[in-house]
């Protein structure tokens, strides 16, 4: 089993639409969470760290559920520009952080 | 703030070739991390320094493939020689401390090609 899995997509979802993704991890040692998204032929960009209370940044929520091992990535109005690769990073608190191997969104106009 | 930079860009260059990768990551972080990614394969670390010091190049290849980083502002990676199997993006990243509680922050990266 992958220390951490993603479905692959791809996702494809009307402007202005609700989507999610979850991420789910093997390790219950695991401390921090991030999302990063990587738009085709890019460099992996960081969206968003996940805090345990969960954390929202514009229309981006993350949620961490450590009871079930998953972290959660809600975007809101979906737009054009949110077509990208969803990556979730997982870490033990060490200097390995364990990448998933990412969630394509298309967002259709 | 500058970020992560990288250099060069996109590299192409005939099997047997020495290549040369550059990067100079974020001033003040303390940790470096160079990855490869494929298609096939994503993101691999090939290497991790903490303050200029090797601490696990497990993830390097083979022998071809050597890091260094002799200050805080500055690291390499080299292949020689270089062979088509390592036709890959190479991203170096870097982050402020070593507990893996702050995120890493990543250069544009070096498209290689190895013909």
Redesign the interface.
């Given at each position: 089993r992958k220390e951490v899995e993603q479905d692959p997509g791809p996702f494809n979802v009307p402007e202005g639409a609700t989507v999610a993704f979850n991420c789910t991890y093997s390790n219950s040692a695991s401390?921090?969470f991030?999302w990063y998204r990587q738009d085709c032929?890019?460099?992996?960009?960081?969206l968003m760290?996940v805090y345990s209370s969960g954390n929202e940044d514009g229309r981006f929520t993350a949620q961490l559920n450590r009871a079930s091992q998953y972290i959660s990535l809600l975007i809101r109005d979906s737009k054009l520009s949110d077509s990208a690769t969803y990556l979730c990073?997982v870490?033990?608190?060490?200097?390995?952080?364990i990448?998933g191997?990412?969630t394509r969104l298309k967002v259709l106009a | 703030d500058a970020g992560v930079i990288q250099s060069p860009r996109h590299e192409v260059t005939e099997m047997g070739q020495e290549v040369t990768l550059r990067c100079k990551p974020i001033s003040g972080h303390n940790?470096l991390?160079w990855y490869r990614q494929t298609m096939m394969r994503?993101?691999e670390?090939l290497i991790?320094f903490?303050n200029n010091v090797p601490?696990?190049d497990s993830g390097m290849p083979e022998d071809r493939f050597s890091a260094k980083m002799p200050n805080a502002s500055f690291s390499t990676l080299k292949i020689q020689p270089s062979e088509p199997r390592d036709s890959a993006?190479y991203?170096c990243a870097s982050s402020l401390q070593?507990?893996?509680?702050q995120?890493?922050?990543?250069?544009?990266?070096t498209?290689l090609s190895i013909l």
């Open positions: 401390q921090s991030f032929r890019k460099e992996p960009k960081l760290s990073v870490n033990k608190g060490t200097y390995k952080y990448f191997t990412g | 940790s991390f994503g993101l670390l991790y903490n601490i696990d993006v991203f070593t507990g893996g509680n995120p890493q922050h990543f250069g544009d990266g498209r």
